[in-house]
């Protein structure tokens, strides 16, 4: 299925355009809204650090899209990759687009720890566990 790579500065566009699909997507959620300018200049920033993924189907259409940081715990030096986001278009969301998007993120990230948090409604530790990640905590958000 498809192609599975790291963003060049072409992908900046398609990624922005689908990265605002996924805020309208998870828009009851009541998360903060877009700042156009931070958005662009963040995927940017990460996509020039090699920290951008892309997938595309076979007739070249940006299906999703994971972005990372590299990063440091205020205890030690050793750095550890941190997940951003991670979205796939509703209709090609599958385990086998998630693994290899996983997989990828392995290769990059060789012997690094990696940390893959998320802000959602959906129900997916099953689909982490499968993947090879354990639990380690929960996001909460005060109301």
């Known amino acids: 299925m498809g192609r599975f790579y ?3 500065e072409k992908d900046l566009d ?5 990265l605002v699909k996924y805020k309208r997507e998870i828009v009851d ?3 903060a809204p877009i700042d156009e300018d ?3 200049k963040s995927i940017s920033t990460i996509q ?3 920290s951008l993924l892309c997938v595309r189907s076979d007739d070249d259409e940006l299906i999703g899209t994971l972005g990372f940081v590299h990063s440091k715990h205020f205890w030690t030096e050793d750095v550890q990759i941190n997940v951003l986001w991670c979205y796939v278009k509703k209709e090609f969301r599958s385990f086998e687009v998630f693994k290899k998007l996983t997989d990828l993120l392995k290769k990059i990230a060789k012997d690094k720890p990696i940390m893959f948090g998320y802000i959602t409604k959906l129900e997916l530790d099953n689909l982490m566990l499968k993947v090879g990640y354990e639990e380690m905590g929960k996001n909460w958000r005060y109301k």
């Open 29 to 31: 959620l009541d998360l």
């Open 6 to 8: 790291q963003a060049t």
């Open 48 to 50: 020039k650090r090699n």
């Open 38 to 40: 931070r958005l662009y």
């Open 14 to 18: 398609d990624v922005y355009d689908l």
